[in-house]
């Protein structure tokens, strides 16, 4: 599990280790990562020309400091002050020390930079760039030299991922100590391209972490494995309620996510069945109320009901098995019927839908992702998941949830996932892990994982930082790769219990 905390924990955790190191330690830690990667990416250090942004505060003196390290191996090293009276004194004298200068003209070196170091703001950054800052960021940018964000990019807010006005935009950023959320979640992920995390040797051990995002490892301990005694019912049958007249395809996609996703069996309600069974003769259909289908271990409702959703969608939430709600089904819930549930309920909604559940602009929801997804949760006591570029789970909040846990963020998502019935699949696979006996937060993050992982393949290319490769996909596509992510995921072939060692 990677774990990101906030600037309080960071700095918490900063301060009881400052209090046992010599001072300047940990800065000396930082610059010395800083500078290894800033080397590394430049390939010859000697003769390299580097240019520093140094803002005001200690983000500017782990500029200093590793510009010094640069300097002394030979690099010529320009320190651009934003603000001459106010700048790391120590800092600044090691890389006089060592070389390096203080700019005069500060667009003339960035436009001949080979690698700029972005020392603007750290943690302690607020309310995007100010002024005197932004054309630095644009020259920085503009210059076509590697950009190098110490701690975050300037003007990302560290803690929710929220970008106000200009940021700058690094190729890398080397981030101490631990990851921050702004890191992981857009729209501030779309400025910090590749991350190395340096370790200071912070102790966060009791703190909680505000943002996790689930690894291959974690994904893989989670997924449902059938056992020899296992049957239709202990491996999960999920139901789903979706499609309609007008979008019988909605139903066939749900349906396909949850097969993928392991149920053992798929009961289909809605007026889709036709083409689910032509398409999926395993499928089970009935035509309704979802009450009357049988016996479920969990419910998908919602993809493409259109209209319909009212009745359905009541009978469904009158049920003591978990829920998951989507699309359609999202339009008439109210927040009071969901918090009265005793089982799980999770909802799986775009910013769009998210947004008109809080009674916000989509843009609003967009642009403070994490804020967004934590007040759902809170309205409604429910798991929330809300769908985009990176994907966030939040789990129950509001009244009687006193602990706040923390908020995963899906590392896996692709832009080629952006297609009609992507989020149907989602759904169904969602739906499958609730019926297998995840809870509600790993079956929407595992399901988001997994199918990030077959958006990808399917796509046939990379879609993580910032290079996308491959080629356009369907919705089918993305449920038809969902086997071999899962494959890809638990990575190796694990043997029948009472195999002879040594037999092929
Ligand atoms: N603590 C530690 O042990 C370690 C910390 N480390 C490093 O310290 C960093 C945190 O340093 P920090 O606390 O000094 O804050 P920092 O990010 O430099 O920014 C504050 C300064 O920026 C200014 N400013 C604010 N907003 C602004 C804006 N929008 N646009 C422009 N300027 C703005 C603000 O000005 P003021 O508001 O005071 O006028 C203030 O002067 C951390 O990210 C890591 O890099 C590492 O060395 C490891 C050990
Ligand atoms: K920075």
Redesign the pocket.
């Known amino acids: 599990m990677r774990a990101a905390y906030g600037v309080e924990t960071v700095?918490t955790a900063?301060r009881e280790?400052?209090a046992r190191l010599p001072e300047g330690a940990?800065?000396q830690?930082?610059?010395a990562g800083l500078a290894a990667v800033c080397a590394g990416l430049l390939g010859r250090v000697y003769g390299s020309r580097v240019v520093l942004l140094v803002?005001?505060?200690?983000?500017?003196?782990?500029a200093l400091y590793a510009g010094a390290r640069l300097a002394r191996r030979g690099a010529g090293v320009s320190a651009v002050l934003?603000d001459a009276g106010?700048v790391h004194a120590g800092g600044l004298a090691a890389l006089r020390a060592a070389g390096g200068r203080v700019a005069g003209d500060a667009l003339g070196v960035l436009a001949r930079a080979e690698l700029v170091v972005d020392?603007?703001?750290?943690?302690?950054?607020?309310?995007?760039?100010?002024d005197a800052?932004v054309p630095l960021a644009r020259a920085a940018r503009d210059s076509g030299a590697v950009v190098v964000a110490?701690?975050?990019p300037?003007?990302v807010e560290a803690d929710s991922g929220e970008v106000r006005g200009e940021c700058v935009r690094a190729d890398a950023t080397v981030t101490?100590?631990t990851y921050k959320p702004g890191l992981l979640i857009d729209p501030a992920r779309e400025y910090v391209g590749a991350v190395r995390l340096v370790e200071?040797g912070l102790d966060l051990g009791t703190a909680e972490a505000d943002v996790e995002a689930l690894q291959h490892a974690d994904v893989a301990a989670l997924l449902p494995v059938p056992g020899a005694e296992s049957d239709k019912y202990r491996r999960g049958v999920v139901g789903v309620v979706a499609g309609s007249e007008r979008y019988p395809g909605a139903a066939v996609l749900a349906v396909a996510g949850a097969l993928r996703g392991g149920a053992g069996a798929v009961r289909y309600v809605g007026h889709g069945a036709d083409a689910v069974i032509a398409r999926f003769p395993e499928a089970l259909v009935h035509a309704g109320p979802p009450s009357k289908a049988g016996r479920v271990q969990a419910w998908v409702v919602g993809p493409g009901l259109g209209e319909d959703a009212d009745g359905a969608l009541e009978d469904v939430l009158a049920s003591d098995v978990p829920v998951l709600v989507d699309a359609d089904g999202l339009r008439p819930l109210a927040p009071e019927r969901v918090r009265g549930r005793d089982a799980p309920t999770l909802l799986t909604p775009h910013a769009g839908e998210a947004a008109a559940l809080l009674g916000v602009s989509r843009e609003e929801v967009e642009a403070g992702r994490l804020v967004a997804v934590r007040e759902l949760a809170a309205l409604y006591g429910a798991t929330v998941l809300l769908k985009g570029s990176t994907t966030l789970v939040a789990p129950p909040g509001g009244a009687g949830f006193a602990v706040r846990r923390p908020v995963r963020v899906n590392p896996t998502g692709t832009p080629w996932l952006a297609t009609a019935g992507s989020g149907d699949v989602l759904s169904g696979l969602a739906g499958a892990l609730l019926a297998a006996g995840l809870g509600a937060m790993d079956a929407g993050s595992v399901a988001a994982y997994l199918h990030g992982l077959a958006g990808r393949l399917a796509a046939g290319g990379q879609g993580g930082d910032g290079v996308l490769g491959g080629a356009p996909v369907g919705a089918h596509d993305v449920a038809d790769a969902v086997p071999g992510a899962w494959r890809g995921v638990v990575g190796r072939w694990r043997a029948a219990p009472g195999t002879p060692f040594g037999t092929a």
């Open positions: 700095r900063e280790l400052m940990l800065m830690r930082a610059a803002g005001s505060g200690d983000n500017g003196g782990d934003l106010r020392g603007i703001t750290g943690i302690g950054g607020r309310g995007g760039l100010r800052a110490v701690d975050l300037s003007g101490f100590g200071l």
